[in-house]
């Protein structure tokens, strides 16, 4: 069985979206039980670990995410922290380069585009700007990419898409991933405690509620990476497929939880820690390089061309989300997956 396709399953039933957010993480952590039962031949086999251990492993994240929670719901924030950095200390970074183009989305309803600066993260001198959101931090300017532009679009709440902004970035060297990507299989011991945490920091919020116990784990799972970033002193990242995928609201595209398919709905933050007196981080400036911005409005005036229907065979590269990546993804230097009609002149 596809893990992530049965995540999504789990993440959208009746008991992951009722009930207090204790309740709703136990559930899908338990439904990842039965299905590493089911699985548990191919797991134990992947792992070299008897079954026994790896329930045991699932028992006591699951036991550590509960006092988490109850910590942090009874006003025991420190705690929550505190215990939050111990469950994850051994919990490694992956060192990486990510080569794949990355893309940010900026609501504007105005017909001038943003700046690079104003598509950078929200400055420092605005900290007053930033709420909490799941992989976010009240007061902390983060920048926020993903893997396509379709993405940043949903995350964006599906502002006005002619109007909106965009651009792409990638990046120069290697950079801290603390990865949250669901594994379509269960191939390594490390990967259990893993996906637990991954489920527990993936259930839907409401977004008209003022605080979400649903962001609870992943802030205090970020509070816990800024402070082992400080002590390497380097940049880092976390990647997580986005919940509007897991949790079955990314509705425009199907698709079918191939690797290709789910490379789109990959959501990056990178939290810029370090002001030093600056408006943007200098650490991620330098690791990135940043195209220009576009707006779908202005290809429609200045490159109506562009809006020839491709012959590409995935539709997604065919929407006009596919052309704004492709049009990025050539700023950028990276081939475009979009194929356009070539017309032959007789």
């Given at each position: ?28 952590i338990s439904s990842f039980g039965r299905y590493v039962s ?145 594994p379509e299989k269960i191939t390594n011991e490390h990967q ?155």
């Open positions: 069985m596809n893990l992530i396709e049965q995540s999504s399953k789990w993440l959208q039933s009746d008991k992951c979206r009722t009930g207090s957010i204790i309740n709703k993480t136990e559930a899908v089911d699985e548990r031949e191919e797991i134990c086999n992947n792992t070299g670990l008897p079954y026994s251990a790896v329930s045991r492993k699932i028992e006591m994240t699951s036991k550590s995410i509960r006092r988490i929670l109850t910590a942090f719901l009874g006003g025991n924030h420190e705690d929550a922290l505190i215990l939050t950095y111990q469950m994850m200390k051994a919990m490694k970074f992956d060192f990486i380069k990510i080569e794949k183009p990355l893309y940010k989305c900026r609501a504007n309803e105005k017909m001038y585009p943003f700046s690079k600066n104003e598509m950078f993260h929200i400055p420092f001198d605005k900290r007053h700007l930033v709420g909490n959101q799941r992989f976010s931090l009240s007061g902390l300017p983060c920048l926020y990419l993903g893997g396509s532009s379709y993405i940043c679009w949903e995350e964006l709440g599906r502002k006005d898409f002619n109007t909106s902004n965009y651009c792409g970035y990638s990046l120069k060297e290697n950079v801290n991933v603390f990865d949250l990507i669901l259990i405690r893993r996906v637990v945490l991954t489920l527990a920091c993936s259930i839907a919020a409401d977004r008209e509620h003022i605080f979400k116990p649903e962001y609870i784990l992943p802030q205090c799972l970020l509070h816990s990476l800024i402070k082992r970033s400080k002590e390497s002193q380097s940049v880092f990242c976390v990647r997580y497929y986005s919940t509007h995928l897991l949790n079955g609201d990314a509705d425009y595209f199907e698709h079918d939880f191939s690797e290709d398919s789910l490379s789109r709905y990959v959501n990056y933050v990178f939290p810029a820690t370090s002001s030093q007196g600056e408006e943007y981080s200098s650490e991620l400036r330098k690791v990135f390089d940043q195209t220009d911005t576009i707006s779908p409005i202005r290809e429609i005036l200045l490159n109506p061309s562009n809006l020839m229907d491709s012959n590409s065979e995935d539709t997604y590269y065919d929407s006009q989300f596919g052309l704004v990546d492709s049009i990025l993804d050539k700023k950028m230097g990276f081939v475009s997956k979009r194929k356009q009609i070539e017309f032959v002149v007789m």
